[in-house]
């Protein structure tokens, strides 16, 4: 039950991540992303707090979890008209899944077309991501271009990622090592859905081009709602199995330590995120135990919805020939 604040009477301060007129929805039918992972407690004005964690096996609290929440925090702040378009966030102390984590918002600027919003997440006292999010209204303009979106086969013909481990899991050769491994993926309860592209070549432990093709989508309904609210969720979403896309040129070596040191996006169109898009993500460089990552994110019909990058920590060990290929469907990769 949310807390009320001092001189408040019966208002419930949570910040409900459904909009106000919103179509009922059963509960077990709506995203856990909307009802629990990206939801706040507000607690004063532009101080809200967060309880609800989804933990990786890493057992740090989830880089995207805590971009999405401070968006969140940031966007309660800013005027209807206007959706965000680009956030810049850096990681600064590994988030304990233990305890709350406490968003403060600073409200930065307030322009005729753009605001702009400083946010920290802080435990123990001390801040673990800082971020800025600028939020822009809307403006009609003849210059106007993108990429192509990549020409792939669409999700309906593509197996998701428990499907793939449940096939991985069947052969009879299997390493037992690598059954533990694929075991403990499949107890996740991951609140996005994947279907890679090309998941033979993603499970092989060969030499790859550092680059993935994945369809993803959040489990669950979302509806179309508040695009503010999908800006959220497709940044939560866009810091899964990023970063280890500049490990694929490098089989024989296991990731020991990855985190996230930066994460930038910018939102170009609007988007469901509870509909499938695109994930294209790319590694143009990795070096010094680092690697930077670049990502689009497409919708179904070749709209550019969101670009991101990130820079992160890449601390490796080799693994003999044999272990190759139990490494290459354990993995370090939430995929």
Request: proline share 6%; charged share 20%; aromatic share 8%.
């Amino acid at each position: 039950m949310s807390e009320k604040v001092s001189g408040e009477t019966s208002e419930d301060k949570s910040v409900s991540a459904v909009p106000p007129g919103a179509a009922a929805v059963p509960q077990d039918l709506r995203s856990v992303l909307v009802t629990s992972v990206l939801n706040l407690e507000k607690l004063e004005v532009d101080l809200y707090r967060g309880t609800h964690h989804w933990v990786p096996r890493t057992r740090r609290l989830f880089g995207g979890q805590i971009i999405g929440q401070a968006l969140v925090a940031a966007a309660e702040s800013v005027r209807e008209n206007v959706l965000a378009h680009s956030l810049h966030c850096y990681f600064v102390r590994a988030g304990d899944p233990k305890v709350p984590v406490l968003y403060q918002v600073e409200r930065t600027r307030d322009g005729r077309s753009f605001s702009v919003r400083s946010v920290k997440a802080i435990q123990h006292g001390q801040p673990i991501l800082i971020c800025q999010a600028s939020f822009h209204s809307n403006q009609p303009s003849p210059l106007q271009h993108q990429f192509t979106m990549p020409s792939v086969p669409p999700p309906e013909d593509l197996l998701t990622v428990e499907e793939l481990i449940q096939f991985y899991l069947s052969k009879p050769n299997l390493a037992e090592k690598a059954k533990q491994g694929l075991n403990k993926l499949l107890a996740d309860e991951v609140p996005i859905e994947i279907k890679p592209v090309n998941p033979p070549d993603f499970y092989r432990g060969v030499a790859m081009d550092p680059k993935k093709l994945y369809w993803v989508r959040a489990r669950g309904y979302i509806g179309k709602g508040d695009m503010k609210l999908h800006c959220c969720v497709a940044a939560y979403v866009s810091d899964y199995s990023f970063l280890d896309t500049a490990l694929l040129p490098f089989p024989g070596q296991r990731a020991a330590f990855l985190a996230s040191l930066d994460h930038a996006m910018w939102f170009h169109n609007t988007f469901r995120a509870d509909e499938w898009m695109l994930y294209e993500t790319e590694s143009s460089w990795a070096g010094g135990s680092r690697g930077l990552v670049q990502g689009r994110l497409w919708r179904r019909d070749g709209v550019l919805a969101a670009s991101c990058a990130q820079e992160g920590v890449l601390r490796v060990k080799a693994v003999t020939t044999n272990a190759v290929t139990t490494n290459a469907v354990t993995t370090e990769s939430k995929l």
